[in-house]
DNA sequence: TTTACAATCCCATGAAGATGGGATTTTAAA
DNA sequence: TTTAAAATCCCATCTTCATGGGATTGTAAA
């Protein structure tokens, strides 16, 4: 008997644990009998958020590998991704999105994800990425994997022009600096109001409501 | 018999016209070999340096696709890239290669390689890659799309240990989202009183006095 | 067992920011 | 030269934020 229990926990601890954050329950409840239904994988978490996967987290059920989708309810993926890296910096986070777009793909790798897959692909390529994850690889899917390349590729001249004009720019920094509208205007040698009022103008121009937004925006090269 | 022959340049074009850069004459040999051996590829050039390469390229004879080694006599194949790209941009570049460090990877894929494959690979590894690239793809080992990956990721080189509790960081990271209190109260299923009284601490922590300043220095990693 | 701190919540007040509506003058493009 | 922006300024209103003052509960180290 204890050697059956024994047996078993050896067998369990072969196995790679995988968790499954996934808003979509179809889509998760097939994954997970998926992964179940391969020998040396066991699927130990099947949920639809973020905050609920930490919160039935303890040392005792950490997964060494999460398939995560970034649309999710209440905390992004992404954010996800740094959350559980800076708890549990070993486990390997495989994205599983349908966001091909650079910027969700970016944002996940520097988050910390190893992985980024495409939800389109069959099912056989997640237990593929698993393993290649395992063999010291970074499982992408082509498209990905173009899209990354292309990162580091000489850019084509392309000038990005700046909706803004100087003034605006100008003020752009000073909310960059930190600086309140009153600070701004002062250095500026114009008054408040006509602060408020490039302000006004720039929230409109780059479709945003707040300087926050703006700070983000002048970090992420957008401006 | 016109009929023929437009049939065998129909044929000629539909295959995808392979050039290979290896000095070293077996390995060469052997992969040209095996390329001619499928039929929708057809090896044109196979030759030992960039610069007979070039020297024999003219705009009748273009390969689709380039596989190259780095470590050649005369000019390397990384400067050789840079070459081939300026006048041809819409060749596809392969390095084929036994560099698996950093430094190799990376000034290749700036100099514009579309892909990076380790020399030790099965042949149908290159038959395979050579189809990801028609299918929007970017051939990489595992190794090496590990490297790539890792080039993205936060470097723990320096621990920075933050003053901040984790539901402090949470909030920080609400606020470097653009929400308002009440928002970042909803996603952590908390009061905005506590989500005040959180920012407050914060405040203390990193002292400072408004979200802007929260938001800079964490774009510095200062948190 | 104190002590300290994290995490939760409440109230009140003043400051700063966002947004709407204007107006005038200067500058640059059509 | 007409027109369209850009740049300057003013006012009113509402929202959000910053900051002060608390309180309670639980945990974890000293």
Do not use: W
């Amino acid at each position: 008997m204890v050697f059956t229990l024994n047996l078993k926990e050896l067998i369990l601890s072969i196995m790679i644990n995988i968790a499954l954050i996934e808003d979509d329950i179809e889509i998760g409840d097939a994954i997970r009998d998926y992964l179940n239904s391969i020998s040396e994988f066991r699927c130990v978490v099947n949920t639809d958020s973020v905050e609920r996967f930490l919160n039935h987290l303890n040392d005792d059920n950490v997964p060494d590998v999460i398939l995560m989708d970034i649309g999710l309810p209440g905390m992004s993926g992404i954010e996800g991704i740094k959350f559980i890296k800076e708890k549990y910096p070993d486990i390997d986070i495989i994205m599983l999105t349908i966001h091909y777009d650079s910027h969700h793909i970016f944002q996940s790798l520097c988050a910390g994800a190893s992985g980024y897959l495409l939800k389109n692909l069959p099912f056989p390529e997640i237990k593929q990425s698993i393993e290649m994850l395992y063999a010291g690889g970074a499982p992408m899917s082509p498209q990905i994997a173009r899209k990354v390349i292309h990162y580091f590729q000489p850019k084509k001249s392309k000038e990005i022009k700046s909706p803004l004009t100087s003034k605006e720019k100008e003020i752009v920094v000073g909310l960059v600096d930190g600086l309140s509208y009153k600070m701004i205007a002062d250095r500026m040698y114009i008054s408040v109001e006509t602060v408020r009022s490039h302000i006004k103008n720039i929230y409109k121009k780059l479709h945003v409501h707040n300087k926050a937004d703006v700070i983000r925006k002048s970090f992420h090269g957008e401006i």
